[in-house]
């Protein structure tokens, strides 16, 4: 079975700083998916951003990037400019191809990310 | 735009007491399922559907079942509803068994 490690319980940054959140994950598939959710106090699960397996270019939305090391099999999130709004718990997720076993979201226990003013 | 649709968003229940939690998707998503969410411990899967007429356990199956009569809707029953239940409750769709899913806005049970 596919295991998801967040080893930060929680991460506190200042206001426009970087920070990176760290997963580490356990596979013995080539292709699968991973991917970052936010979710804020509201309790609503957002995807932050997706990457392909398949794929050797980081994925990149606005302020939030990834460094994905397949060999090493990490999968990191930095957050550019941090702003009030990131405040949330930060889920790293992975899925496998079909027929990988049981089909959905093996997720890590999250990240609670404080954005100091 | 509803996309994912779960209800209710709160419930007590006593020891013993059965309960649907519906979910709905407008999307028309082939894949549908169901995850807990328990503190210090992620989201874990229930039950999955990849269609209409098939449903498959997940990680913590036992205590709930599910079905899947139509592409729309996947609810969740709690047949004897236990201290354990207690959790926040997701539904959860995608377009196919690949790729980023789509939440609802969680339902959190209690059981007393």
Known sequence: ???????????????????????????????????????PPSRQMILVIRQE????????????????????????LKISDSQLGDAAMYFCAY????????????????THLIIQP | NAGVTQTPKFQVLKTGQSMTLQCAQDMNHEYMSWYRQDP????????????????????????????????????????????????VYFCASSYRRIGELFFGEGSRLTVL
């Open chain 1, 95 to 110: 899925r496998s191809p079909p027929g990988g076993g049981a089909d959905g979201l093996t997720f890590g226990k999250g």
């Open chain 1, 53 to 76: 397996a398949y794929k050797q270019q980081n994925a990149t939305e606005n302020r939030f990037s990834v460094n994905f090391q397949k060999a090493a099999k990490s999968f990191s």
């Open chain 2, 40 to 87: 210090g411990m992620g989201l874990r899967l229930i039950h999955y559907s990849v269609g209409a007429g098939i449903t498959d356990q997940g990680e913590v199956p036992n205590g709930y079942n599910v079905s899947r009569s139509t592409t729309e809707d996947f609810p969740l029953r709690l047949l004897s509803a236990a201290p354990s239940q207690t959790s």
């Open chain 1, 1 to 39: 079975a596919q295991t998801v490690t967040q080893s930060q319980p929680e991460m506190s940054v200042q206001e426009a700083e970087t920070v990176t959140l760290s997963c580490t994950y356990d596979t013995s598939e080539s292709d699968y998916y991973l991917f970052w959710y936010k979710q």
